[in-house]
């Protein structure tokens, strides 16, 4: 930021915006928005927060500017002249918190998710703003020149009015305010005119703003209702008006998927309203599952007192929001005694169990929701079964998993899985890899497909580091089927293998070719059509879990040895052993071989370099066209 000193008038400074936030405007004005009339909704939003602020000050400030101004937003409008202005009695800025507030993005990467959004032609409702923070800067949709006076509630500030036509610069400069709180006036353009209309201005508020909890005038009106949602029994709540609160209080530019009103009495006595988002919040995405810093808005007796308080939910169920209002906190306590109250921890169990409940009940009721809601939580899910061992069975019971009796985003639970699997069948199998159609391709899915056995098809990420520490569901334990120790004696055995004296030397020689690479070559039963596979030792970790730690920076750890199965009735194999006999020495046995075991590991993904591959292809080929 450049500060240029005065320009003409002595106390007025002028500044420039960082580089960032003068495209970002240009974004939000010229390409971002489909309705203007949200500038209202943004602004009022602020002087709420600013009004919420003040009043949890006062709590325990006793020198605060103005104690005993009313807690109120007032819209003053000229339909002839066209201004617009807003005001509140909120906590004011500073010199300093109008420049860091007004003069720069809040939130880093804001810029770049708004260029690609853009880039991607996404049809945006321009509500998605206010979840970057820079809801403020959608006056420019409506106004070319924005004035903001404000006065910091803190004592002994100062006013200071902040000026910009949103083009690059703006000014500072100090004023005479004789009250604390914010005061934002605007010339409308032409085109925006509406909003100086009495009718249209009540209309806008009604809509998005119903619920705030301040009383918002509209000259000498006030057009909002101030109901406390949270506070009403289902029956009376209307979807349309819940909605519009989520919004409001989520910064979502979409609906919730669903809602939960709660009402407890007893040990601990609050009320809540929670939401499900629709979609995984940015944050989650972006930093994968960070959810550290959301929560629910904590009230108490009717006061909001924190905004994302995360002691109300355990960190997995962050991503839920809403609000929880409860009698039993004193209304003056600090973010520590909140943090370690038995009050505090008495509700995050109980709201726990009712959200779990909640989502088991759309997992019934309600199955397509309950199936968006795993499109885009299942990870959560996932994770909080190995953080809250309290839920765990509740968690498992919740988990969903493609397999090879689904159709692609079909799911079955463990439940049904262990009720339709064979009389015979003791253990629950996995596969897991990095996609459906790979998992599929995996030779060892074959004695599976041909016995008709269920296999879980895990290509979630996350899976590899959950699945296996279920251990078991139902007392049957789940196994990867990449476990060398799978009991395969039901297998039809659909073509004759070689005699036992012709694979001895077959199993040495291919022990011999891939020497320390690889822990052991056996006689697979698995195997139908492919000739080897690799599995992994009864101790062995899963090769998708190996993956995941490599990709995960975990370098230094030691790559656990595979076992190479050979499918004894394999025509190739037949060859091998013939070729053995013929002249052990053939040099191409051993490049077949060596062929054979790097084929598998492409096959997993695991090949770490493929032109000796492609080499040794070229050397197989050129034999076999040579024998003709
Ligand atoms: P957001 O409100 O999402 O953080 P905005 O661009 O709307 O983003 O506002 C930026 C910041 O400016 C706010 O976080 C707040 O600190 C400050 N601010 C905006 N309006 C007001 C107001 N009326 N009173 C006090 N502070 C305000």
Known sequence: MSNNGNNGTLNVQEFEYKAEMKQLLDLIVHSLYTHPEIFLRELVSNASDALSKVRFNALTDQDILDREAE??????????ERTFVIEDTGVGMTEEELIANLGTVAKSGT???????????KELDGNLIGQ??????SVFMVTDEVTVETRSAKPGSEGYRWSSAG???????????????????????????????????????????NFVDFPIYLGEKQVNSITALWQRSKSELKDEE????????????????????????????????LFLPKEAPMEMLYRQGELENRGPQLYVKKVMIQNECRDLLPEYLRFISGVVDTEDLSLNVSREVVQSSPVMAKIRQILTGKILGWFETL????????????????????IGLNTDFTNRDKLIELLRFESTKTGVDEYVTLREYTERMGADQKEIYYH??????QLLAHPNLEYFQDMGIEVLLLSDPVD????????????????????????????????????ENLLAPVLKLFRETLGEGIEDVIESHRLVSSPVTLVSGKDGLDSQMEKMMKMMQQGNMPLGKRILEVNTSHPIIRNLAGMIIADENNPLIRTAMKQLYEGALLLEGSLDSTTSFLSRMNELIEAATLSR
């Open 71 to 80: 807690l109120a937003i007032k819209i003053t409008i000229n339909t002839e």
């Open 363 to 382: 997992a019934t009721e309600q199955p397509e929701k309950f199936r968006t809601f795993y499109k885009a939580f299942g990870p959560i899910i996932k």
């Open 464 to 499: 590899v580091f959950v699945i296996p520490s279920i251990h078991e569901y139902d007392k049957k334990p789940l196994k990867s089927i990449e476990k060398a120790d799978i009991d395969f004696s039901q297998k039809k055995s659909n073509a004759e293998p070689i005699a």
């Open 167 to 209: 083009q690059g610069t703006y000014t500072i400069e100090k004023i005479d305010k004789a009250e604390r709180g914010t005061r934002i006036s605007f010339k409308l353009k032409e085109e925006s005119k509406e909003f100086a209309e009495e009718y249209r201005v009540e209309q806008i508020v009604k809509k998005y703003s």
């Open 432 to 437: 897991s890899g990095s996609s459906r159609s």
């Open 132 to 137: 970057f923070g820079v809801g403020f800067y």
């Open 242 to 273: 819940v909605n519009e609160f989520y919004k409001f209080i989520a910064n979502d530019y979409q609906d919730p998927l669903d809602y939960l009103p709660v009402s407890v009495e007893g040990m601990v006595t609050f009320k809540a309203l």
């Open 111 to 121: 810029l770049g998710f708004m260029q690609s959004l853009k880039e991607q032609q």
